[in-house]
């Protein structure tokens, strides 16, 4: 059926056939062509060859398949390379095939030896991998057999504030644990007597981002210019506690002041007095 609706495209419905369309229905060629069970793509190449009979432009022909075939369109790179070919009097939908040269490169003995260097050392990069084996195998060939064929990638580490030993997560465990079976006893009324505590830096002078520096001017107007800086070298600590209704306290610990138990101490202290 599918073959059978080319032959119309091109024959009986083209465009001096008295039963010419105006606008085809893709509807009707998806339904049609999926009883043959033809891929998508040649499903589209069917659509624009009819419209190219029917001197339909490249681009409205991409918005017409869009409207109907959503994610699974062609790209307009595409379409405008089957107008052009349509336009040339090819006949067939189906891309040609073409003899290529069979691979020496990705073969199951190079990919299992790639594995065994990745496997060993995770750090390598594709060069060293390319010179470790010591084959004629190109870049371009080793990057499809570690991301097409063992289906690897490269990721950066995640950044986390600090890294646990085994007993502190451990610990982190039950105290959640322990806070996790009081708020199923208590209820919401738990949560409003949670106090959180946590510390940060703050500079003297923060200097304005480049995005905070964005403003509107003119057509032809030139940019504005913006010197590079940098956060200043005076800081303060500061330590901000805080419960589901907002601030509590927030002590700033100045110079020459030392962190210890006494000044925690002292700190809880302020937080019962303003909690």
């Known amino acids: 059926m599918g073959i059978d609706l080319v032959r119309r495209c091109g024959g009986e419905w083209g465009p001096s056939s008295p039963h010419r369309q105006t606008h ?3 509807q009707l060629v998806e339904f ?5 069970e033809v891929s998508i793509t040649i499903v589209q190449h069917v659509v624009i060859k009819f419209l190219t009979k029917e001197n339909v432009g490249p681009n409205e022909m991409w918005r017409r398949l869009r409207a109907q075939y959503r994610e699974s369109t062609l790209s307009k790179t595409q379409v405008k390379f089957w107008h052009k070919e349509f336009r040339r009097e090819r006949d067939a939908v189906q891309n040609t095939n073409h003899q290529r040269r069979p691979r020496t490169s990705i073969i199951p003995e190079n990919i299992a030896a790639v594995c065994v260097l990745i496997e060993g050392d995770h750090w390598l990069t594709v060069v060293e991998i390319c010179q470790e084996l010591g084959t004629c195998i190109s870049y371009g060939s080793m990057q499809s057999i570690i991301k097409n064929e063992l289906l690897f990638r490269k990721i950066l580490a995640r950044w ?3 890294l646990l030993s085994d007993q502190q997560k451990t610990a982190c465990v039950q105290i959640s644990e322990t806070l996790l079976g009081r708020y199923e006893e208590e209820g919401d009324a738990f949560i409003h007597h949670i ?4 510390e940060t830096w703050l500079h003297h002078y923060a200097p304005e ?3 905070a520096s964005k403003e509107w001017r003119g057509n032809g107007e030139e940019c504005p210019v913006k010197a590079k800086m940098r956060l200043s070298a005076g800081k303060v600590m500061a330590i901000v506690f805080w419960d589901t209704k907002g601030v509590l306290l927030i002590d700033f610990l100045h110079a020459r002041r030392t962190i210890n138990a006494a000044y925690y101490c002292d700190l809880l202290e302020k937080v019962r007095t303003a909690y």
């Not at 049609?32 to 043959?36: L, T, V």
């Not at 106090?195 to 946590?198: A, E, K, S």
């Open 24 to 26: 085809p229905s893709p």
């Open 32 to 36: 049609k062509m999926s009883e043959s």
């Open 160 to 162: 986390v504030p600090r």
């Open 195 to 198: 106090v959180t505590c946590d």
């Open 209 to 211: 981002t480049k995005r």
